[in-house]
């Protein structure tokens, strides 16, 4: 399919490239005996390549001038991501803001109710309009309890986030914030929720196999990937919100995550298949 820019002239069709270099393929290949200049194959000479060349070269700048005059307008390749390079605590900072009430986004608590419907949970401004959420929040009650949640909500139910980009599990993490809940719900009976977020959505390794389709049936556990449901709940954010200053930032959000954390994934799944 072609597309005309700004200035009128119409941009290089995909099948006029496959065309090309099939047929260039052919033309330079000197086992076919057809390898001739004007030959009676019928493929094109010498002289017809070279303005097939001319005229991509002029179209390319013309869609490179149609590029500049929008980006004067629109700035399509900017991304504050990009600037930022976030590190892990960083997107955990943000997540926390984002599902805070009183964050700066202004926003209430759209975005917790938006990711409690996404969880199965409903959707009551009972629950999320009073919400706290604290980041880096203790463990108690347990073992090991110096470890710290990244992101912890309290909203009638208790949910934690722990946010894995470029690190991995530590030795029984998971497990213990997963004991660490059913403590602090014993007393006040309540549900308790952990999303364990990854790049491409691994489950943890400190849970047994049955122990992890226990708590996964159970709704106790959620291993979310930055590339399939957190992404989802970031577009249902930004199609529900009213300022347009948060819903650019959480389009330069998810244009991150598919840019950036997809090659964090790539990588990550090359580096695993390395190791066996």
């Known amino acids: 399919?072609?597309?005309?820019?700004?200035?009128?002239?119409?941009?290089?069709?995909?099948?006029?490239?496959?065309?090309?270099?099939?047929?260039?393929?052919?033309?330079?290949?000197?086992?076919?005996?057809?390898?001739?200049?004007?030959?009676?194959?019928?493929?094109?000479?010498?002289?017809?390549?070279?303005?097939?060349?001319?005229?991509?070269?002029?179209?390319?700048?013309?869609?490179?001038?149609?590029?500049?005059?929008?980006?004067?307008?629109?700035?399509?390749?900017?991304?504050?991501?990009?600037?930022?390079?976030?590190?892990?605590?960083?997107?955990?900072?943000?997540?926390?803001?984002?599902?805070?009430?009183?964050?700066?986004?202004?926003?209430?608590?759209?975005?917790?109710?938006?990711?409690?419907?996404?969880?199965?949970?409903?959707?009551?401004?009972?629950?999320?309009?009073?919400?706290?959420?604290?980041?880096?929040?203790?463990?108690?009650g347990i073992l090991k309890y110096r470890r710290r949640i990244d992101v912890l909500v309290e909203a009638g139910v208790l949910l934690a986030i722990e946010n894995k980009v470029d690190s991995l599990e530590q030795p029984e993490q998971v497990k213990d914030y997963m004991e660490h809940l059913h403590q602090c719900t014993r007393t006040s009976p309540r549900r308790n929720i952990l999303i364990y977020l990854t790049p491409d959505g691994r489950t943890p390794r400190s849970l047994s196999l049955t122990k992890l389709k226990q708590v996964q049936s159970g709704g106790r556990l959620y291993c979310w990937s930055y590339q399939k449901q957190l992404t989802q709940w970031l577009n249902n954010c930004r199609h529900e919100c009213e300022a347009k200053r948060i819903r650019d930032f959480l389009s330069d959000f998810i244009a991150y995550i598919e840019s950036a954390l997809k090659r964090e994934t790539e990588s990550n799944q090359e580096t695993e298949a390395n190791e066996y």
């Open 1 to 140: 399919m072609s597309e005309k820019n700004g200035l009128g002239r119409q941009l290089v069709r995909r099948t006029e490239l496959e065309w090309f270099f099939k047929e260039a393929s052919s033309r330079m290949d000197p086992s076919k005996e057809n390898w001739t200049r004007g030959s009676s194959s019928g493929l094109a000479p010498e002289s017809k390549l070279r303005d097939f060349f001319i005229a991509v070269n002029h179209r390319m700048e013309a869609a490179e001038t149609h590029q500049r005059q929008l980006d004067k307008r629109r700035a399509t390749g900017f991304n504050v991501f990009d600037l930022i390079d976030p590190d892990e605590n960083k997107l955990s900072d943000v997540l926390a803001s984002l599902v805070n009430p009183k964050g700066v986004h202004g926003q209430g608590d759209l975005f917790l109710q938006l990711l409690f419907k996404q969880l199965g949970l409903g959707s009551d401004a009972r629950l999320t309009k009073h919400a706290t959420v604290q980041r880096e929040a203790p463990t108690y």
